[in-house]
């Protein structure tokens, strides 16, 4: 039990680490600023078309008066409520990651060249090695979306069972979104490494509960407006520094 809370503490705790690492190496900012620019102009669109529209579902879904209990239906909005903004957070990252990739590549690199004191894996060059690392991208999306679609609908389906249909279905989103969280931000030092989804899925578990608690703390941040506009670039550091820590007995790459 003990090792279990250190553990997650030590997960969580990779970002205050990221976060002294940036303020020791101002070098790296460079690539924090850029990226933060294109997470304001995504957030507002994100958050300009989806916010209201999740406000009045969210009063859909619950009746005004669940017979006289109105501490109950203060609680389901709520939760759904904390639902809504956990799935802004969640698109925020998934267009805010695409289109900052350039600069959170970098910074991935830079932050495991500090840690390590070492040069990075040796990656395939040239256009067949581009090609590859295009497909292996892809093919990671899609096949992370597919999961995130299959919880999506055993959640939506929960969603009927009346009063904790809605408490579960909170829950389990955030489940999904700090699994999610942890393989966007601990990506750069697996996918280096030519690891498949499935390898990443077991570096996650092999490392949890501390992955997991990593991840629940990105997707908190990941779901504070403003906050989150902040929180990307301080993930993505927190991530490869979680993962480039793990990776020795990760070894065998299974």
């Known amino acids: 039990m003990a090792e279990a809370r250190r553990d997650r503490i ?3 705790g990779a970002l205050l680490a990221a976060l002294d ?6 070098g790296l900012r460079r690539y924090v600023v850029t ?6 102009a995504v957030a507002a669109v994100l958050y300009g078309t989806l916010l209201a529209a999740g406000f009045r579902a ?19 909005q709520l939760a759904l409520v904390v639902a809504l903004f956990l799935a802004i957070g969640f698109l925020l990252v998934r267009f805010g990651v695409v289109l900052g990739s350039p600069w959170y590549g970098r910074l991935s690199e830079e932050v495991e060249r500090i840690r390590r004191g070492s040069d990075l894996p040796a990656r395939p060059a040239g256009l067949r090695g581009a090609g590859a690392d295009v497909a292996r991208a892809v093919g990671y999306e899609v096949r992370k979306l597919a999961l995130v679609a ?5 959640l939506l389906a929960v969603q009927f069972l009346p009063v904790l249909g809605q408490i579960a279905g909170a829950a389990g989103g955030f489940s999904i979104a700090a699994l999610v969280a942890c393989l966007d931000f601990c990506d750069g030092p697996l996918e280096r490494r030519g690891r498949s989804f499935r390898q990443k899925l077991g570096f996650v578990r092999r490392t949890a509960p501390a992955s997991l608690a990593f991840g629940a703390a990105c997707a908190a941040l990941l779901a504070v407006p403003v906050l989150n506009l902040l929180a990307i670039p ?11 820590d793990r990776l020795p007995a990760d070894a065998d790459g299974r």
């Open 234 to 244: 301080v993930c993505v550091t927190a991530g490869t520094l979680f993962a480039v």
């Open 58 to 76: 969210a009063d859909r879904l619950v009746p005004d008066d669940l017979g006289g209990a109105a501490a109950l239906t203060a609680l389901l």
């Open 35 to 40: 990226p933060i620019l294109v997470n304001l």
């Open 150 to 154: 299959v919880a999506g609908v055993v």
């Open 21 to 26: 690492l940036l303020r020791r190496h101002p």
């Open 10 to 12: 030590a997960g969580a």
